[in-house]
């Protein structure tokens, strides 16, 4: 919190929309119009800016959220969840009515599809109140999710010194916008998925689009599913990562985790390679269980994982800093 006007440090401020999801797996087929279909699980989970925020804290970041948050249960819920991880709400925006941002994920045939319902309105109004909460703050990254109008946004975070990192949503008119690069040559770090870096650039390999990205930011990292992704930045080369076997569950949230495993791993000073190895690691536990933030690894889990690779995570308090 705010300390007599003294801006207050973080490690991570994570900005964008907090989910209520809806999650169900096991289904034997998709509904047909006018049919019901019984599916063998399902579960209900924080989504959006929700699962990057937890996921970070987890792996001991100090993590702020700024988002809007509706009066209503639903809402209230995730807030909660979110103190409850240690997730700083001070920041958020309240909306003074019930306000639930839903979104139903189904997981058929080993991928998944959404349908979402999320206020544009309450979106214009959060970028409103982030440009003023940003003077207050002293994040050393903030994490965006690239949205039309955002720019400005994207502008005033780099002019107040701290690093930048974004991701972006399937949308195919924004993914083709002019605006998008734009916001994206404000960035330190840019993490799209395949599917979306291909539209962006053009290009058809995942390759192309990584080499045609870097022009625009310093780190690219695109990810691809079970088939890991490719990154670049000022130090490596395209390379090539695997992504690690593991049983899935359910892929909900999996690029979040794997974007607050490659945030944790920078801010504890190691490169990009080695930051990838951790957001690897969190996206393969992620998707193991219902929901984006349900198995999101622990600092102790990941550190068992990282002893390998010769460097551990301390959680922010016992960094000193």
Same mark, same amino acid.
């Given at each position: 919190m705010e300390d007599d006007g003294v801006p207050v440090k973080?490690?991570?401020?994570v900005h964008g929309i907090c989910f209520a999801d809806l999650i169900y797996s096991e289904i034997p087929h998709l509904p047909e119009p006018g049919e019901e279909v019984f599916c063998g699980d399902f579960g209900f989970s924080g989504g959006g800016a929700f699962i990057t925020a937890v996921a970070a804290a987890r792996l001991g970041l100090k993590v702020a959220i700024v988002a809007p948050f509706g009066s209503g249960a639903l809402e209230q819920v995730?807030?909660?969840?979110?103190?409850?991880?240690?997730?700083?709400? &001070?920041?958020?925006?309240?909306?003074? =009515?019930? !306000?639930?941002?839903?979104t139903v994920a189904m997981n058929h045939g080993g991928d998944r599809g959404f349908l &979402?319902?999320?206020?544009?309105?309450? =979106?214009? !109004?959060l970028m409103e109140h982030s440009l003023g909460v940003f003077d207050r703050l002293v994040p050393r990254w903030v994490h965006l999710g690239a949205?039309?109008?955002?720019?400005a946004l994207a502008r005033r975070i780099k002019a107040l010194g701290g690093q930048l990192s974004l991701d972006v949503g399937w949308n195919p008119s924004w993914l083709r916008d002019p605006e998008l690069?734009?916001?994206?040559?404000?960035?330190?770090?840019?993490?799209?998925?395949r599917s979306e870096a291909q539209l962006m650039t053009n290009t058809s390999t995942i390759e192309a689009?990584?080499?045609?990205?870097?022009?625009?930011?310093?780190?690219?990292?695109v990810t691809d599913g079970e088939r890991g992704g490719a990154f670049k930045d000022e130090v490596h080369p395209l390379r090539r990562f695997e992504a690690d076997p593991a049983p899935i569950k359910d892929t909900t949230g999996a690029g979040d985790n794997f974007t607050a495993g490659v945030l944790a791993g920078l801010i504890h000073g190691v490169d990009l390679d080695q930051a990838v190895k951790l957001g690897s690691f969190c996206g393969r536990e992620s998707v193991q269980a219902l929901g984006g933030s349900t198995n999101s690894p622990t600092w102790m889990q990941a550190n068992a994982y990282l002893r390998s690779y010769g460097w551990q995570l301390t959680p922010w308090r016992d960094r000193g800093d």
């Amino acid at each position: 919190m705010e300390d007599d006007g003294v801006p207050v440090k973080f490690d991570l401020v994570v900005h964008g929309i907090c989910f209520a999801d809806l999650i169900y797996s096991e289904i034997p087929h998709l509904p047909e119009p006018g049919e019901e279909v019984f599916c063998g699980d399902f579960g209900f989970s924080g989504g959006g800016a929700f699962i990057t925020a937890v996921a970070a804290a987890r792996l001991g970041l100090k993590v702020a959220i700024v988002a809007p948050f509706g009066s209503g249960a639903l809402e209230q819920v995730l807030k909660r969840w979110l103190d409850d991880e240690g997730v700083d709400t &001070t920041w958020t925006y309240d909306v003074p =009515e019930p !306000r639930p941002y839903v979104t139903v994920a189904m997981n058929h045939g080993g991928d998944r599809g959404f349908l &979402t319902y999320v206020s544009s309105e309450d =979106e214009d !109004r959060l970028m409103e109140h982030s440009l003023g909460v940003f003077d207050r703050l002293v994040p050393r990254w903030v994490h965006l999710g690239a949205r039309p109008g955002g720019l400005a946004l994207a502008r005033r975070i780099k002019a107040l010194g701290g690093q930048l990192s974004l991701d972006v949503g399937w949308n195919p008119s924004w993914l083709r916008d002019p605006e998008l690069l734009e916001i994206v040559q404000c960035a330190d770090l840019f993490l799209p998925n395949r599917s979306e870096a291909q539209l962006m650039t053009n290009t058809s390999t995942i390759e192309a689009a990584v080499e045609r990205l870097s022009l625009y930011t310093g780190r690219v990292v695109v990810t691809d599913g079970e088939r890991g992704g490719a990154f670049k930045d000022e130090v490596h080369p395209l390379r090539r990562f695997e992504a690690d076997p593991a049983p899935i569950k359910d892929t909900t949230g999996a690029g979040d985790n794997f974007t607050a495993g490659v945030l944790a791993g920078l801010i504890h000073g190691v490169d990009l390679d080695q930051a990838v190895k951790l957001g690897s690691f969190c996206g393969r536990e992620s998707v193991q269980a219902l929901g984006g933030s349900t198995n999101s690894p622990t600092w102790m889990q990941a550190n068992a994982y990282l002893r390998s690779y010769g460097w551990q995570l301390t959680p922010w308090r016992d960094r000193g800093d």
